[in-house]
């Protein structure tokens, strides 16, 4: 049963992957993405390296810790999807890292907008901090969405140029992954660029595209049963508490070290 549902779950997410490429508006990110890709390059990086001596800290298992670094710097579910048959993580390791990750990411939707009134942030620092510090691009969206129309705008624009850096990090965690003894080029990811190029090139369709795009959203959220379903006690066991604590820590100290960018005024779009 935990062979069938592994299986089941790895092409299942490979195929949410493909579909969420419909919701990457290519031709906007171009409009503001010669300022925001340095941005999220320095976000991704400064994540991931904070995610590694997090993990070495908390002991985490280095798949487990992998799939964290990159749902928090990237964008939650979609990323871990994409690393995970990158680097060979188990069904387990999988499970449990889309378990925290979408956990902060419903935490985030909730106090975020309260947070930004708060500290009185304009539309478009709130914009560019929820699109850098929360995890999931509906989370980023829906936050964004709350707080106003310009925040809408720069959130949903920075979020969607951050989202395309699944693309090199997944090739490169298969470069890397020394106990993979197959192919390590992670195909199914031409396919996600594949279908984020064909709404770029068919913008009348955006119909079309969000209904495919939103289809992958809950084939994500559906294939999460299947994940589940291969964990076992031991393998809870094995992960330990350290998981949660690591992402916690980590989303705290990205949430806040983009926030001080921000009020501090290091970060301009161009717009």
């Known amino acids: 049963m935990k062979n069938i549902t592994g299986k089941l779950s790895k092409y299942l997410l490979q195929l949410a992957v493909i579909?969420?490429?419909?919701?990457?508006?290519?031709?906007?990110?171009?409009?503001?993405?010669?300022?925001?890709?340095?941005?999220?390059?320095?976000?991704?990086?400064?994540?991931?390296?904070l995610g590694w001596l997090l993990g070495k800290l908390y002991k985490v298992e280095h798949n487990v810790s992998l799939l964290i670094n990159s749902g928090t710097a990237i964008c939650g579910g979609s990323a871990i999807a994409a690393m995970s048959p990158a680097i060979g993580a188990s069904q387990a390791q999988t499970a449990v890292a889309m378990a925290v990750v979408f956990l902060l990411n419903g935490i985030a939707l909730l106090i975020f907008p309260y947070a930004g009134h708060f500290m009185e942030l304009?539309?478009?620092?709130?914009?560019?901090?929820?699109?850098?510090?929360?995890?999931d691009t509906s989370?980023?969206?829906?936050?964004?969405?709350?707080?106003?129309?310009?925040?809408?705008?720069?959130?949903?624009?920075?979020?969607?140029?951050?989202?395309l850096w699944i693309l090199p990090l997944s090739f490169l965690g298969a470069k890397l992954n020394k106990n993979q003894s197959k192919a390590t080029i992670p195909w199914f990811l031409f396919g996600f660029l594949l279908t984020a190029l064909i709404r770029s090139l068919m913008p009348e369709a955006d119909g079309c595209w969000n209904m495919l795009a939103l289809g992958g959203k809950k084939l994500m959220v559906g294939t999460l049963f299947f994940v589940g379903a291969g964990l076992t006690k031991e393998d809870l066991k094995k992960i330990g508490k350290g998981a949660l604590l690591k992402a916690v820590t980590l989303w705290v100290l990205?949430?806040?070290?983009?926030?001080?960018?921000?009020?501090?005024?290091?970060?301009?779009?161009g717009l």
Do not use: C, P
């Open 122 to 135: 304009s539309q478009t620092d709130f914009g560019i901090w929820a699109a850098l510090a929360i995890h």
């Open 139 to 163: 989370s980023v969206v829906g936050a964004s969405a709350i707080y106003g129309t310009e925040a809408l705008v720069i959130g949903t624009t920075v979020k969607l140029t951050r989202a």
């Open 19 to 49: 579909l969420l490429g419909f919701g990457l508006q290519l031709n906007v990110i171009l409009k503001v993405g010669y300022t925001s890709l340095g941005i999220t390059f320095f976000s991704i990086s400064t994540t991931m390296l």
């Open 254 to 269: 990205v949430s806040l070290l983009s926030l001080t960018v921000i009020k501090l005024g290091f970060i301009h779009l």
